[in-house]
C-alpha cells in the first residue's frame, strides 16, 4: 500500500518565525514530491516540486528531501497571515516497471499563522 | 493556456440519479488524474489516464463511477445513482510525463446529492 503521511495539525506559528511541515512516504521508489497550499473552499496549488535529495528554495520556501530516511519538508520563512491554509504532501510513486506512476497526497497539515 | 477546466463548478442532484463532470486539462499534458476530496481530507485517487489509456483505477472505487478520456484530450466522470456518500468535491488534474512531472488542478466541481 502506497502512503504519503503528515501531522494532520493544526500547526500554529506567530507571524515572521518560521513554519516547519514534513511528510513520509511508503515506497523508496518514488522519483517526484511535490507541495500544493489549498485555501479552504479552493483546489490545491502547486508551490514546489522536488526531486533530487537536498534543499530546494523559492523565495521563502525550501523544499527538503531525504530519500535515505524517506522524508520530505517544507519550510516557509518569515511566514505571513496569508499562509494560513492546508498543506498538501504529493508523491509520484513509480511503477514496477520504472515508469511514473500514481500521484498519490497525504491529508494535509493545517497552518495557520497567527498576526 | 488557460489551464485545467472543469464543468461544472457546483452539481446539486437527487440521491440515485446520475451525474457528469467534465475536465479539460492544459493542452500538452498527456496524463490525467482524478480525485475526491471530502472535507478535512486530502485528495483521494479515483483514477487516472496516460493519453487514453486508464493505467489505474482505485480499488475504493465501486462500480457505479466510470471515467473516459476517449481522444486523450478531454475527460468525463461519471457517476451513477448516487448516494448521498457521493457528495464530495471532485479533482481533476494534469500532467507531463516528461520531466517535470508537475500537476496542476483544475477549480473542482462540488457535488451535492440530497
Known amino acids: 500500500q502506497k502512503e504519503v503521511e503528515q501531522n494532520s495539525g493544526p500547526l500554529s506559528v506567530p507571524e515572521g518565525a518560521i513554519a516547519s511541515l514534513n511528510c513520509t512516504y511508503s515506497?523508496?521508489?518514488?522519483?517526484?514530491f511535490f507541495w500544493y497550499r489549498q485555501y479552504s473552499g479552493k483546489s490545491p496549488e502547486l508551490i514546489m516540486s522536488?526531486?533530487?535529495?537536498g534543499d530546494k528554495e523559492d523565495g521563502r520556501f525550501t523544499a527538503q528531501l531525504n530519500k535515505a530516511s524517506q522524508y520530505v519538508s517544507l519550510l516557509i520563512r518569515d511566514s505571513q497571515p496569508s499562509d494560513s491554509a492546508t498543506y498538501l504532501c504529493?508523491?509520484?510513486?513509480?511503477?514496477?516497471?520504472?515508469?511514473?506512476?500514481?500521484?498519490?497526497f497525504g491529508k494535509g497539515t493545517k497552518l495557520s499563522v497567527k498576526p | 493556456d488557460t489551464g485545467v477546466s472543469q464543468d461544472p463548478r457546483h452539481k446539486i442532484t437527487k440521491r440515485g440519479q446520475n451525474v457528469t463532470f467534465r475536465c479539460d486539462p492544459i493542452s500538452e499534458h498527456n496524463r490525467l488524474y482524478w480525485y475526491r476530496q471530502t472535507l478535512g481530507q486530502g485528495p483521494e485517487f479515483l483514477t487516472y489516464f496516460q493519453n487514453e489509456a486508464q493505467l489505474e483505477k482505485s480499488r475504493l472505487l465501486s462500480d457505479r463511477f466510470s471515467a473516459e478520456r476517449p481522444k486523450g484530450s478531454f475527460s468525463t466522470l461519471e457517476i451513477q445513482r448516487t448516494e448521498q456518500g457521493d457528495s464530495a468535491m471532485y479533482l481533476c488534474a494534469s500532467s507531463w510525463t516528461g520531466s517535470g512531472t508537475e500537476a496542476f488542478f483544475g477549480q473542482g466541481t462540488r457535488l451535492t446529492v440530497v
Open positions: 522536488i526531486y533530487s535529495n
Open positions: 504529493a508523491v509520484n510513486y513509480r511503477n514496477y516497471g520504472g515508469s511514473q506512476g500514481n500521484l498519490i
Open positions: 515506497d523508496r521508489g518514488s522519483q517526484s
